[in-house]
Nanobody, 129 residues
């Protein structure tokens, strides 16, 4: 059974940093594409970043490129999202997700939620002065 657990959310001032963690005990996450998504109140869920299963390519939404970084720690079976220079518009619930299909037909650069099969509960990130 796939159980993804996010942690690391919290409240920070603009310009601050947070590191989110996505851990799992049922899958070796390094074998799968793992993505981060967020949803702000009253808005649709949007893709933030992902790291691919086949070659660890990374992709980012334009709004976070240059500020966020996704990476794996294989020894800890964890995927991290390092978030720097946070802005109020980064506020939302951040969820990690896994695409377990290992399909070359996916389009990870588009950060499409429907291409992911398992989701965590999410962790709240609030950026406010």
């Amino acid at each position: 059974q796939v159980q993804l657990v996010e942690s690391g959310g919290g409240s920070v001032q603009p310009g601050g940093s947070l590191r989110l963690s996505c851990a799992n005990s049922g899958l070796d996450l390094y074998q799968y594409t793992v993505g981060w998504f967020r949803q702000a109140p009253g808005k649709e869920r949007e893709g933030v970043s992902c790291v691919t299963w086949n070659d660890d390519s990374t992709y980012y939404a334009a709004s976070v490129k240059g500020r966020f970084s996704i990476y794996r720690d294989k020894a800890k079976n964890t995927v991290y999202l390092q978030m720097n220079d946070l802005k109020p518009e980064d506020t939302g619930v951040y969820s990690c997700a896994v695409d377990w299909t290992r399909s070359m037909g996916r389009r990870p650069w588009l950060l499409l939620a429907h291409e992911y099969n398992a989701w965590g509960q999410g962790t709240q990130v609030t950026v406010s002065s």
